[in-house]
Nanobody, 128 residues
Framework: VQLQASGGGLVQAGGSLRLSCAASGRTFSSYLLGWFRQAPGKEREFVAA????????YYADSVKGRFTISRDNAKNTVYLQMISLKPEDTAVYYC??????????????????????WGQGTQVTVSS
């Protein structure tokens, strides 16, 4: 599986962006998908995840209520809609996928180690 993230850019605080991550592979609909981010000088952290049937979504507390993860299995694409952006949201955003639902059922979807595939990252910069 190859993942290609896009949609990053420079936006003012309070603005919005929508990130996209296109995936190859015929079994995309069965993948657990996630978004992570890494700010300068910091470790990569969990942002959001979505289960394989979009039944469940999960968010880091820092983005809850502002970010929305969704997926379109027909287009093999996962999205991250971001509103009310803050300067502290500045980071490189990565999409990730795993072809197993174990992380969903076990609650380990926030762990980077459970994901097998990663996109190349897209830069999001929020100016104050």
């Amino acid at each position: 599986v190859q993942l290609q993230a896009s949609g990053g850019g420079l936006v003012q605080a309070g603005g919005s962006l929508r990130l996209s991550c296109a995936a190859s592979g015929r079994t995309f609909s069965s993948y657990l998908l996630g978004w992570f981010r890494q700010a300068p000088g910091k470790e990569r952290e969990f942002v959001a995840a979505i289960s394989w049937r979009s039944v469940s979504t999960y968010y880091a507390d820092s983005v809850k209520g502002r970010f929305t993860i969704s997926r379109d299995n027909a287009k093999n694409t996962v999205y991250l809609q971001m509103i009310s952006l803050k300067p502290e949201d500045t980071a490189v955003y990565y999409c990730a996928a795993v072809g197993s639902n174990i992380p969903y059922y076990s609650g380990s979807y926030y762990r980077q180690s459970v994901y097998d595939y990663w996109g190349q990252g897209t830069q999001v910069t929020v100016s104050s």
